[in-house]
T-cell receptor
Framework: GNSVTQMEGPVTLSEEAFLTINCTYT??????LFWYVQYPGEGLQLLLK?????DKGSNKGFEATYRKETTSFHLEKGSVQVSDSAVYFC??????????????FGQGTRLTINP | EAQVTQNPRYLITVTGKKLTVTCSQN?????MSWYRQDPGLGLRQIYY???????DKGDVPEGYKVSRKEKRNFPLILESPSPNQTSLYFC?????????????FGPGTRLTVL
């Protein structure tokens, strides 16, 4: 079945540091890939997505590129802010999985940015 | 405002006492889903619904029921809750079936079963 593995946390960085959160996936079909963010006490929000190989998703200074050859979708940001502190989830969705849209999530990475 | 709402946000109950967590969306979305979030496991799908009166099991359906009588509502029912159902629950919706569609999440319901 489909699965997502992401970098274990927690990750603690200083403000303005470079961020990478690794994400790799296993899928039988041609999935869409997502990064969701969960701020404290809130539900998940879509951060960015990519629907086919070599697509780059970007939002709020975050980027991730869909790499089919390495089955990866790593999240990057050049200069993090304290407000980026949250839990980040990598996820995939594949129409072939049980014939319905289902998000398969990684375990989440807690990111803390110190001023 | 386009949103997914859940009630209650917090619930403490005892083993065996039936409960319902409501979920409602105002975006006319066809697809709705329930997930549970547990530490170290990410989110796992419990049930989903592709339209009114169409529901199916996700990865962890045991101990849960759902119904979809109206397009906007998708309640999660625990007929006889047990402590292993203590978790954070999220309802989600999306416009239609299609792996590229964004799912919109509710704020979550934190359930504790004693």
């Amino acid at each position: 079945g489909n699965s997502v593995t992401q970098m274990e946390g927690p990750v603690t960085l200083s403000e303005e540091a470079f961020l990478t959160i690794n994400c790799t996936y296993t899928a039988t079909g041609y999935p869409s890939l997502f990064w969701y963010v969960q701020y404290p006490g809130e539900g998940l929000q879509l951060l960015l997505k990519a629907t086919k190989a070599d697509d780059k998703g970007s939002n709020k200074g975050f980027e991730a590129t869909y790499r089919k050859e390495t089955t990866s979708f790593h999240l990057e940001k050049g200069s993090v802010q304290v407000s980026d502190s949250a839990v980040y989830f990598c996820a995939l969705s594949d129409d072939l999985d049980q014939g319905a849209q289902k998000l398969v999530f990684g375990q989440g990475t807690r990111l803390t940015i110190n001023p | 405002e386009a949103q997914v709402t859940q009630n209650p946000r917090y619930l403490i109950t005892v083993t065996g006492k039936k409960l319902t967590v409501t979920c409602s969306q105002n975006m006319n979305h066809e697809y709705m889903s329930w997930y549970r979030q547990d530490p170290g496991l990410g989110l796992r799908q419990i049930y989903y619904s592709m339209n009114v009166e169409v529901t199916d099991k996700g990865d962890v359906p045991e101990g849960y029921k759902v119904s979809r009588k109206e397009k906007r509502n998708f309640p999660l029912i625990l007929e006889s809750p047990s402590p292993n159902q203590t978790s954070l629950y999220f309802c989600a919706s999306s416009l239609s079936r299609g792996s590229y569609n964004e799912q919109f999440f509710g704020p979550g319901t934190r359930l504790t079963v004693l």
